[in-house]
């Protein structure tokens, strides 16, 4: 039952990373909007906006790499079983 409720637990963590990835991404375009629309209202001198897009945009990315990414379980049986082995 201990593996079962591992396997839960993982799936659990897994499902949180992907929802707070997507209310990142929301968060990421309702800003950049905000950010170009400022820089439109106040005479679109250079463009300004690229920098808190690309700086926000690399935080989403982490993001998205964690939740979507390979999952860090840790080693598999087998990679133990084989250091054993080695360390024997």
Excluded: C, Y
Excluded at 20 to 41: E, N
């Amino acid at each position: 039952m201990t593996g079962q409720g591992d396997l839960r637990t993982r799936a659990v963590q897994r499902l949180k990373a992907k929802q707070h990835f997507w209310s990142a991404l929301i968060t990421w375009v309702v800003l950049s909007a905000m950010f170009v629309v400022i820089w439109l209202a106040t005479g679109m001198g250079g463009f300004w906006p690229i920098w808190p897009i690309a700086g926000i945009a690399v935080g989403v990315a982490f993001t998205g790499i964690r939740a979507f990414g390979p999952a860090n379980a840790g080693p598999s049986e087998e990679q133990i079983q084989t250091e054993m082995r080695r360390l024997s």
